[in-house]
């Protein structure tokens, strides 16, 4: 490949500027700069990159960006082309230890970076996955099913049934756990999906994925698979679980239950935490540590109720301050069977949106309220706003999370469409979407500054 090209990717500027000063990619080089020195490998560009920057894999394994019109010399000192591509090891099986399946969805779970495009490409099957994370052998045998191959933003109901249906299938072939890989930015909806399609589960179901990719020196990728194979494999929990970072530093995993959870930062490694409650359980690549005792536990029989289904005519509406009412007028002349409002304070939207709000219901159309607050519970009858949004036939949702209320509500309507049917069975709990009441250490919110919470940090937070 460098022989025949030995500036893959690169156009333009960059090009120029290689060619000029003797580099080439995969040359292991010294590149001094306006702005300092800088010694690593040369990589190869994506095919949309721009033409403005040679970047360099660093010792540390960091890639760094540098500007081509600030490069004055370029020295090499070897030459290695990478390969990089994940190795492939045939996983050994060992009738001793359980067996656990691992359903792909998608994602960085386990992963090379393809720098011809610039995309992460997923290793997948148990040999791959026994090259990448060897570790993993130790703890079960692994069977691997890949599902998708999507960015979890374009996870949605069809994939929700068919996951559903594959997780069903695979506890009547008698495996003792469930790994999902999937994308971390809608696995929170995934998870609550699952929670309602997936009851009475006898094994756990555990989600899991990583927020670095596998090539990078602070991947979670290899930490979060091992603890969440280990959740499926010997845990004592029998629920769909969120397997992620504790802390920020790969000491532990938290197993969140599938409708208490929440992506709550778009890249710290420990992003994803339970909301108005405390998670189920630690855990590590060797143990599960139960954090409660009301979790449903692991049984050995096949027995699972799978009721995938769900109508997709839902949406979640984010209230606003001067938000017009020709939102929800649009959602009703569109055909919509559902709306989630996402609203103020303890569950409040303005004046302008009683009218078509109040239609919608006329018509039919079930109409829910959770709380943009994340924490706390929608109490409608505390202020006159919420007592007239009562009367037109909204339905409060106690403290359920928006994105719990939308798949919830999109697989109730699945069933039926009588109103009064909808509300009974939204506030109906399936598995935690609804708590009697909120712990006191559920809701923590670490403000720096604060002089307990700054003495906390320097007592040995991580």
């Known amino acids: 490949m460098n022989a025949a090209d030995p500036w893959k ?53 960091y890639n760094v960006g540098l500007a081509v019109d600030k490069i004055r010399r370029i020295a090499e000192h070897g030459f290695r082309e990478a390969k990089y591509k994940i190795p492939e090891k045939e996983f050994p099986f060992d009738p001793v230890k359980p067996k656990v399946t691992l359903l792909g969805t998608g994602g960085t779970i386990a992963s090379r970076l ?69 994308g971390t930015d809608t696995m929170h909806h995934t998870s609550a999906a699952l929670t309602f399609m997936v009851q009475n589960s006898p094994v756990p179901i555990v989600m899991v994925g990583s927020q670095r990719s596998s090539d990078r020196p602070s991947s979670d990728a290899a930490f979060n698979l091992q603890c969440a194979v280990n959740a499926a494999a010997r845990g004592p929990i029998a629920e769909v679980l969120v397997c992620m970072f504790g802390p920020t530093s790969d000491s532990y995993n938290l197993l969140h239950r599938g409708t208490r959870v929440r992506k709550m930062h778009s890249s710290y490694r420990s992003t994803f935490r339970t909301i108005s409650d405390i998670p189920v359980a630690t855990c590590t690549p060797d143990d599960v540590k139960p954090l409660r ?15 995938a289904v769900f109508d997709d005519r839902v949406a979640i509406v984010y209230y606003y301050p001067a938000m017009k009412p020709d939102i929800i007028w649009s959602l009703i002349e569109n055909g919509y069977k559902g709306i989630v409002v996402n609203g103020t304070g303890l569950g409040h939207v303005n004046k302008p949106l009683y009218e078509p709000l109040r239609e919608a219901c006329k018509r039919g159309i079930s109409v829910v309220m959770t709380v943009q607050t994340i924490w706390g519970y929608a109490h409608m009858f505390v202020y006159d706003t ?31 469409h009588e109103r009064e049917e909808v509300a009974r069975r939204m506030l109906e709990p399936v598995n935690g979407e609804i708590t009697e009441r909120e712990p006191p250490d559920g809701y923590l919110v670490f403000q720096g500054g604060l002089p307990e919470v700054e003495e906390f940090l320097r007592r040995g937070w991580r």
């Open 9 to 61: 990717g690169y156009r333009g500027r960059a090009r120029e500027a290689l060619q000029s000063l003797g580099g080439r990619v995969w040359a292991d080089v010294e590149i001094e700069t306006e702005t300092g020195t800088f010694v690593g490998i040369i990589l190869p560009r994506s095919e949309q990159a721009d033409d403005r920057h040679v970047v360099l894999k660093l010792p540390t394994g």
């Open 114 to 182: 393809d720098y011809r495009t610039g995309a992460v490409i997923p290793a997948f099957t148990p040999g791959e996955l026994y090259g990448a994370v060897p570790e993993l052998a130790d703890i079960a045998n692994l069977t691997t099913i890949k599902l998708f191959g999507v960015f979890s933003e374009n996870m949605g109901p069809e994939q929700y049934i068919a996951t559903a249906k594959a997780i069903g299938e695979q506890i009547e072939k008698g495996v003792d756990g469930i790994v999902i890989g999937h």
């Open 293 to 307: 005792s009301d979790f449903r536990p692991r049984r050995m029989d096949r027995n699972v109720t799978v009721d």
């Open 386 to 416: 919420g007592r007239d949004l009562v009367e037109l036939g909204v339905v409060p949702c106690a403290n359920m999370l928006a994105e719990a209320a939308y798949v919830k509500l999109g697989w109730v309507l699945a069933h039926t």
